[in-house]
Protein backbone atom coordinates (compact mmCIF):
# COMPACT_ATOMS: atom_id res chain seq x y z
CA UNK A 1 0.00 0.00 0.00
CA UNK A 2 1.16 3.28 -0.79
CA UNK A 3 1.63 5.97 1.80
CA UNK A 4 2.41 9.45 1.23
CA UNK A 5 4.16 12.12 3.33
CA UNK A 6 4.40 15.93 2.74
CA UNK A 7 7.10 17.88 3.62
CA UNK A 8 8.12 21.79 3.35
CA UNK A 9 8.03 24.87 4.96
CA UNK A 10 5.23 25.93 6.79
CA UNK A 11 5.49 29.61 5.86
CA UNK A 12 6.25 31.41 2.77
CA UNK A 13 6.98 34.70 2.51
CA UNK A 14 4.47 36.92 -0.27
CA UNK A 15 6.13 36.91 -3.73
CA UNK A 16 8.69 34.54 -2.99
CA UNK A 17 8.39 30.37 -4.13
CA UNK A 18 6.12 27.65 -2.19
CA UNK A 19 8.06 24.37 -2.62
CA UNK A 20 6.56 21.33 -1.22
CA UNK A 21 7.81 17.58 -1.60
CA UNK A 22 5.73 13.95 -1.18
CA UNK A 23 7.64 11.01 0.05
CA UNK A 24 6.75 8.03 -1.54
CA UNK A 25 6.96 4.92 0.35
CA UNK A 26 5.39 1.26 0.11
CA UNK A 27 5.38 1.47 -4.43
CA UNK A 28 8.13 2.51 -6.41
CA UNK A 29 7.39 6.57 -8.59
CA UNK A 30 9.20 4.83 -11.77
CA UNK A 31 7.18 2.05 -11.57
CA UNK A 32 4.18 4.04 -13.20
CA UNK A 33 0.45 3.65 -12.63
CA UNK A 34 0.00 6.63 -11.14
CA UNK A 35 -0.61 10.13 -11.41
CA UNK A 36 2.01 11.99 -8.70
CA UNK A 37 -0.81 14.81 -7.75
CA UNK A 38 -1.40 17.71 -5.51
CA UNK A 39 -4.29 18.75 -4.15
CA UNK A 40 -5.01 21.70 -2.11
CA UNK A 41 -7.54 23.47 0.87
CA UNK A 42 -8.43 26.81 1.65
CA UNK A 43 -9.00 27.66 5.00
CA UNK A 44 -12.70 26.42 5.63
CA UNK A 45 -13.48 25.76 1.82
CA UNK A 46 -13.19 22.91 -0.45
CA UNK A 47 -10.81 21.55 -2.55
CA UNK A 48 -8.89 22.44 -5.54
CA UNK A 49 -6.97 20.43 -7.83
CA UNK A 50 -3.51 21.43 -8.60
CA UNK A 51 -1.94 19.25 -11.06
CA UNK A 52 -0.37 15.79 -11.44
CA UNK A 53 2.89 14.51 -13.51
CA UNK A 54 2.88 10.88 -14.64
CA UNK A 55 6.75 10.76 -13.82
CA UNK A 56 7.25 10.41 -17.51
CA UNK A 57 6.97 14.11 -18.40
CA UNK A 58 3.48 13.92 -19.04
CA UNK A 59 2.41 16.65 -16.77
CA UNK A 60 -1.53 17.88 -16.20
CA UNK A 61 -1.84 21.84 -14.64
CA UNK A 62 -5.06 23.54 -13.44
CA UNK A 63 -5.50 26.26 -15.96
CA UNK A 64 -5.84 28.60 -13.46
CA UNK A 65 -2.37 28.00 -11.79
CA UNK A 66 -0.71 26.62 -14.85
CA UNK A 67 1.41 30.13 -14.74
CA UNK A 68 2.64 29.51 -11.66
CA UNK A 69 3.42 25.43 -11.19
CA UNK A 70 5.76 23.06 -11.65
CA UNK A 71 5.08 19.30 -10.51
CA UNK A 72 8.42 17.40 -10.85
CA UNK A 73 9.12 13.63 -9.77
CA UNK A 74 12.54 12.65 -8.97
CA UNK A 75 12.55 8.68 -8.80
CA UNK A 76 16.37 8.57 -7.66
CA UNK A 77 14.55 9.31 -4.21
CA UNK A 78 10.86 7.83 -4.74
CA UNK A 79 9.75 11.73 -4.30
CA UNK A 80 7.87 14.31 -6.04
CA UNK A 81 7.33 17.88 -5.86
CA UNK A 82 5.48 21.34 -6.37
CA UNK A 83 6.65 24.21 -7.06
CA UNK A 84 4.41 27.44 -6.79
CA UNK A 85 5.70 30.70 -7.84
CA UNK A 86 4.71 34.39 -6.53
CA UNK A 87 2.73 33.52 -3.97
CA UNK A 88 0.03 35.62 -2.35
CA UNK A 89 -1.93 35.00 0.83
CA UNK A 90 -4.75 33.67 -1.33
CA UNK A 91 -1.96 30.72 -1.37
CA UNK A 92 -2.47 29.96 2.22
CA UNK A 93 -4.03 26.63 2.23
CA UNK A 94 -3.35 22.79 3.10
CA UNK A 95 -1.40 20.85 0.78
CA UNK A 96 -2.07 17.34 -0.09
CA UNK A 97 -0.24 14.83 -2.40
CA UNK A 98 -2.06 11.74 -3.57
CA UNK A 99 -2.05 9.26 -6.34
CA UNK A 100 -4.09 8.83 -9.29
CA UNK A 101 -3.97 5.69 -11.18
CA UNK A 102 -3.58 5.44 -14.60
CA UNK A 103 -1.11 4.72 -17.31
CA UNK A 104 0.70 6.27 -20.40
CA UNK A 105 1.43 4.25 -24.02
CA UNK A 106 1.76 5.51 -27.25
CA UNK A 107 2.00 9.30 -26.44
CA UNK A 108 -1.09 9.29 -24.62
CA UNK A 109 -2.10 8.66 -21.06
CA UNK A 110 -5.29 7.38 -19.67
CA UNK A 111 -6.93 7.16 -15.94
CA UNK A 112 -5.95 10.02 -13.20
CA UNK A 113 -9.90 10.48 -12.94
CA UNK A 114 -9.96 9.42 -9.20
CA UNK A 115 -7.67 9.93 -5.99
CA UNK A 116 -7.15 6.59 -3.98
CA UNK A 117 -4.46 7.65 -1.30
CA UNK A 118 -3.82 11.03 0.14
CA UNK A 119 -0.31 11.85 2.48
CA UNK A 120 -2.03 13.95 5.63
CA UNK A 121 -1.36 17.68 4.42
CA UNK A 122 0.36 20.25 5.23
CA UNK A 123 -0.59 23.31 6.48
CA UNK A 124 1.07 26.34 4.50
CA UNK A 125 0.99 29.96 5.00
CA UNK A 126 1.89 33.06 2.73
CA UNK A 127 2.83 35.93 4.97
CA UNK A 128 5.50 38.05 5.84
CA UNK B 1 -17.71 29.16 -7.03
CA UNK B 2 -17.44 25.28 -7.97
CA UNK B 3 -18.01 23.88 -11.26
CA UNK B 4 -19.85 20.88 -9.20
CA UNK B 5 -23.28 22.14 -7.28
CA UNK B 6 -23.71 20.00 -3.75
CA UNK B 7 -26.02 21.26 -1.05
CA UNK B 8 -24.20 22.76 1.62
CA UNK B 9 -25.42 20.46 4.49
CA UNK B 10 -27.27 17.25 5.18
CA UNK B 11 -28.78 15.62 8.06
CA UNK B 12 -30.40 12.41 9.28
CA UNK B 13 -30.54 10.37 12.59
CA UNK B 14 -28.63 7.26 13.51
CA UNK B 15 -30.20 4.54 10.72
CA UNK B 16 -31.64 6.93 8.31
CA UNK B 17 -30.67 6.94 4.80
CA UNK B 18 -29.28 10.39 3.44
CA UNK B 19 -28.34 10.84 -0.39
CA UNK B 20 -26.32 14.03 -1.21
CA UNK B 21 -26.76 15.33 -4.67
CA UNK B 22 -23.91 16.77 -7.03
CA UNK B 23 -25.12 19.02 -9.99
CA UNK B 24 -23.06 19.21 -13.29
CA UNK B 25 -22.57 19.68 -17.05
CA UNK B 26 -22.01 17.78 -20.15
CA UNK B 27 -18.74 18.59 -20.57
CA UNK B 28 -17.97 16.89 -16.79
CA UNK B 29 -20.73 14.87 -15.08
CA UNK B 30 -22.03 14.64 -18.13
CA UNK B 31 -18.98 12.91 -20.13
CA UNK B 32 -16.81 11.49 -17.53
CA UNK B 33 -16.64 9.41 -14.44
CA UNK B 34 -17.65 10.78 -10.89
CA UNK B 35 -16.22 10.15 -7.61
CA UNK B 36 -16.80 10.69 -3.85
CA UNK B 37 -14.60 11.72 -1.02
CA UNK B 38 -15.05 12.08 2.55
CA UNK B 39 -13.27 14.13 4.98
CA UNK B 40 -13.83 13.59 8.67
CA UNK B 41 -12.85 16.48 10.70
CA UNK B 42 -9.22 17.29 10.70
CA UNK B 43 -8.06 14.66 8.31
CA UNK B 44 -7.04 14.06 4.86
CA UNK B 45 -10.02 13.47 1.88
CA UNK B 46 -10.64 9.41 1.78
CA UNK B 47 -11.87 7.94 -1.52
CA UNK B 48 -15.15 6.80 -0.67
CA UNK B 49 -16.72 6.25 -4.54
CA UNK B 50 -15.10 5.75 -8.18
CA UNK B 51 -16.12 5.45 -11.55
CA UNK B 52 -19.65 6.51 -10.27
CA UNK B 53 -20.50 3.25 -8.42
CA UNK B 54 -17.50 1.61 -7.31
CA UNK B 55 -15.96 1.29 -4.11
CA UNK B 56 -12.62 0.68 -3.12
CA UNK B 57 -11.55 -2.20 -1.03
CA UNK B 58 -12.91 -1.56 2.74
CA UNK B 59 -15.28 1.13 2.61
CA UNK B 60 -18.64 0.05 3.60
CA UNK B 61 -21.46 -1.04 1.69
CA UNK B 62 -23.96 1.15 3.32
CA UNK B 63 -22.04 4.06 0.74
CA UNK B 64 -23.22 3.97 -2.97
CA UNK B 65 -22.74 5.82 -5.83
CA UNK B 66 -24.91 6.56 -8.74
CA UNK B 67 -24.88 9.04 -11.64
CA UNK B 68 -27.65 9.41 -14.09
CA UNK B 69 -27.10 12.29 -17.00
CA UNK B 70 -25.45 15.65 -15.70
CA UNK B 71 -26.08 14.85 -11.99
CA UNK B 72 -24.92 12.29 -9.21
CA UNK B 73 -25.49 11.13 -5.98
CA UNK B 74 -24.04 9.87 -2.98
CA UNK B 75 -26.37 7.97 -0.77
CA UNK B 76 -25.57 6.68 2.94
CA UNK B 77 -27.92 4.14 4.13
CA UNK B 78 -28.21 2.94 7.85
CA UNK B 79 -26.36 6.40 9.22
CA UNK B 80 -23.73 6.26 11.82
CA UNK B 81 -22.47 8.84 14.04
CA UNK B 82 -19.15 8.39 12.53
CA UNK B 83 -20.56 9.34 9.07
CA UNK B 84 -20.24 12.69 10.30
CA UNK B 85 -18.05 14.66 7.38
CA UNK B 86 -17.34 16.77 4.40
CA UNK B 87 -18.57 14.79 1.30
CA UNK B 88 -17.26 16.04 -2.29
CA UNK B 89 -18.33 15.10 -5.73
CA UNK B 90 -15.56 15.05 -8.43
CA UNK B 91 -15.05 14.48 -11.75
CA UNK B 92 -12.95 15.58 -14.55
CA UNK B 93 -14.06 18.27 -16.93
CA UNK B 94 -13.26 18.21 -20.80
CA UNK B 95 -14.53 21.95 -21.07
CA UNK B 96 -11.94 23.22 -18.46
CA UNK B 97 -9.00 20.46 -19.24
CA UNK B 98 -8.45 19.70 -15.38
CA UNK B 99 -10.54 17.92 -12.21
CA UNK B 100 -12.89 19.64 -10.68
CA UNK B 101 -14.52 18.96 -7.20
CA UNK B 102 -18.09 19.67 -6.07
CA UNK B 103 -18.23 22.33 -3.18
CA UNK B 104 -18.86 20.11 -0.89
CA UNK B 105 -21.73 18.99 1.44
CA UNK B 106 -21.24 18.78 5.48
CA UNK B 107 -23.50 15.61 6.59
CA UNK B 108 -24.56 16.01 10.32
CA UNK B 109 -25.64 12.45 12.78
CA UNK B 110 -28.63 14.60 14.65
Known amino acids: QVQLQESGPGLVKPSQTLSLTCTVS??????????WSWIRQHPGKGLEWIGY???????YYNPSLKSRITISVDTSKNQFSLKLNSVTAADTAVYYC????????????????????WGQGIVVTVSS | QSVLAQPPSASGTPGQRVTISCSGSSSNIGSNTVNWYQQLPGTAPKLLTY???QRPSGVPERFSGSKSGTSASLAIGGLQSEDEADYYC???????????FGSGTKVTVL
Open chain 2, 90 to 100: AAWDDSLYGYV
Open chain 2, 51 to 53: SND
Open chain 1, 26 to 35: GGSISSGGYY
Open chain 1, 53 to 59: NFYSGNT
Open chain 1, 98 to 117: ATAPGYCSGGSCYGGVYFDY
